[in-house]
């Protein structure tokens, strides 16, 4: 079973997932809280973060990445804090690819809940509230399940943009093997060396087969969820 | 119960100014669209805070701007039924119903699941979802979610608007058996005065933001300036009670306060309560006793009030017995019988424009 991948690039896989699953896993709340603020809030500088949470989708990902060495990078302001105070290392560690791939998949991320958040129907908190619930309870027992739907596109985006992810993660992180050498980063390696094509194919079908995974499991979560708000 | 009510609240062009008090019942806020009847209760739920207002249940202030005392929204324990029923889509029936349920103080008395099941006959319906049910059963269920809240209060707003006619029949029943059963007081706010006459005991009548009159709702919807707003539908509503049947004849008789009623037989027994409404298009005067005539009903009275009518016809006020009645007439016709208020006067109205009269209360 193990025969078609050599051991490195059974490593470049599982670090590509675990990659993957941290980065979206830990945008949740914070996707959830900024998409919530965008679209209900009424602030000065909403238009502001509202920039700020789009921009690694305009920026070229190795700017993303560069600016995320400068400043999370062993000598970068945050990252000398981190280190000091709480011995975390992201500079050519995983978590670091962790790190500059939940950058880029925030956008998406943050996007598809803003969408499902706004087509809530206000009137129905409003109920929720006259019945006797506050606004936790509003959020816990109403919005949040008619934004499920939506919860489970954004994570699935941002799983699958975490995927494929390289500009920002190599310009950060590097490509060090067993570390930081993601799936992508495995692709063009193998590019790089003659007599690689064997192997940057072998790992193209495995990237093909890992999307459409994602892609066939979101599809069935919303459909489950969307039918029980149908039937 | 007493609920109190003081509101002034600006909107751009429209300017609410409002007082009112209720007893306990129902109490129907009645007026045109845009007269200010939901930004009303939308104060009172706590959705809505107006520029200065004062609401007061059971001496509980809920709202006192002058003070700066504002209980939210969630702590009212004031129950609301909108226009559309606002169920939840992703809970069933059961879960809709108990949602208010789980955050009523316990302690508190308020009516269980199978008793409100059961008053609003929605026992089938508590597997399904809201999106499987028909207009009609949705808003049951949102009834039935509101009261087992244990409200103090029960806002409706037009809870029948957004439902055709037969619907419209088809939850009135159960919203009288609100009204009787359930200690709950109601304010109901409607435009359409057939569900008025029928359901409410208080009528606080709106017009462009103001409360242009108020008061027990038997004398308020022959009131002229009720008549008035609302046109064609003028109306007034007695209480009546069956005294007999006459198979022969083919009537009901019935007593009210402005007398002996005839009108198509009914089904209820004697002594039976109903309320009987006499549509002021439906009401011929006579200066004299009329002779032979198949009309059945004739009911001496004395004119009170004459008022032109935006149209050019006139609507007369007439007091039989301590009951009123209008009637509306042309001009010529007034001119013909030369009637001015303190004339005796008959009113005459046929059995079978009664027919369309309330169901037992």
Redesign the interface.
């Known amino acids: 079973m193990t025969d078609w991948l050599r051991p490195e690039e059974w490593t470049a896989l599982r670090l590509s997932l675990l990659v993957s699953t941290t980065a979206t896993a830990a945008s949740l709340v914070p996707g959830l809280a900024v998409a919530y603020l965008l679209a209900r809030g009424r602030f000065w500088g909403k238009a502001l973060v509202d920039t700020l949470v789009h921009l690694p989708l305009i920026l070229p990902p190795v700017v993303t990445g560069y600016l995320l060495l400068v400043w999370f990078g062993r000598r970068g302001p945050i990252g000398t804090f981190l280190a000091d105070s709480f011995g975390i290392v992201l500079s050519f560690h995983w978590t670091g690819a962790a790190l500059a791939c939940a950058v880029m998949g925030f956008p998406l991320l943050v996007r598809a809940i803003r969408l499902s958040i706004e087509a809530v129907d206000i009137r129905l908190e409003q109920a929720a509230g006259t019945l006797g619930a506050n606004r936790a309870w509003v959020f816990g027992l109403v919005t949040l399940p008619l934004i499920l739907p939506g919860i489970i596109a954004g994570m699935i985006l941002s799983f699958a943009k975490s995927m494929g992810e390289f500009g920002a993660t190599i310009t950060f992180v590097s490509n060090i093997p067993g570390e930081t050498q993601t799936l992508p980063s495995a692709i063009y390696t193998f590019t790089q060396v003659p007599g690689g094509e064997a192997g940057a194919m072998r790992l193209t079908v495995v990237s093909v087969a890992v999307s459409m995974a994602a892609l066939a499991a979101s599809e069935f979560l919303a459909r489950r969820v969307s039918r029980r708000l149908a039937a | 119960m007493r609920l109190s009510v003081e509101v002034e609240h600006r909107l751009g062009e429209f300017a609410l100014q409002a007082a009112f008090d209720a007893p306990s019942g129902v109490t129907a806020l009645f007026g045109r669209s845009g007269s200010g009847k939901t930004t009303l209760v939308n104060v009172i739920?706590?959705?809505l805070r107006p520029g200065r207002g004062r609401v007061v249940v059971d001496g509980v202030v809920l709202l006192d701007t002058d003070d700066g005392t504002e209980i939210?929204?969630?702590?009212?324990?004031?129950?609301?039924v909108?226009q559309?029923a606002?169920l939840?889509?992703?809970l069933t029936v059961r879960q809709n119903l108990l949602?208010?349920r789980?955050?009523?103080p316990r302690r508190e008395r308020g009516p269980d699941l199978p008793g409100v099941v059961d008053l609003l006959g929605i026992g089938h319906l508590l597997a399904r979802?809201p999106?499987?049910l028909s207009g009609g059963e949705r808003q049951r269920v949102a009834i039935g979610?509101?009261l087992l809240?244990k409200p103090r209060l029960l806002l409706m707003d037009e809870p029948l608007a957004s439902l055709d006619a037969a619907r419209k029949a088809e939850i009135l029943p159960y919203l009288e058996r609100l009204r009787d059963e359930a200690a709950v007081p109601i304010v109901y706010v409607s435009h359409a005065m057939a569900e008025v006459a029928r359901l409410a005991d208080t009528l606080v009548l709106l017009e462009a933001g103001r409360v242009i009159a108020a008061g027990p709702a038997s004398d308020l919807v022959s009131r002229l300036d009720v008549a008035r707003a609302e046109g064609d539908e003028a109306s007034a509503v007695l209480e009546a009670e069956v005294i007999g049947h006459d198979a022969e004849l083919g009537v009901t008789v019935l007593s009210s306060r402005a007398g002996e009623l005839r009108i198509p037989s009914l089904n209820l027994p004697a002594g039976a309560r109903s309320r009987v409404r006499i549509y002021a298009r439906d009401v011929l005067l006579a200066v004299d006793p009329p002779g032979r005539i198949s009309a059945m009903n004739v009911l001496p009275g004395t004119v009170s009030t004459i008022e032109e009518l935006p149209d050019g016809s006139m609507m007369l006020q007439l007091d039989c017995g301590d009951a009123r009645l209008l009637s509306r007439i042309t001009r010529g016709s007034l001119r013909a019988l030369g009637l001015r208020p303190g004339s005796p006067a008959y009113a005459v109205v046929k059995a079978a424009a009664l027919a369309d009269r309330l169901p037992a209360i």
């Not at chain 2, 939210?72 to 609301?80: L, Q």
């Open positions: 739920g706590g959705l939210p929204c969630h702590r009212r324990r004031i129950g609301y909108f559309e606002r939840f889509p992703h949602f208010g789980f955050f009523a979802r999106a499987g979610r509101a809240s």
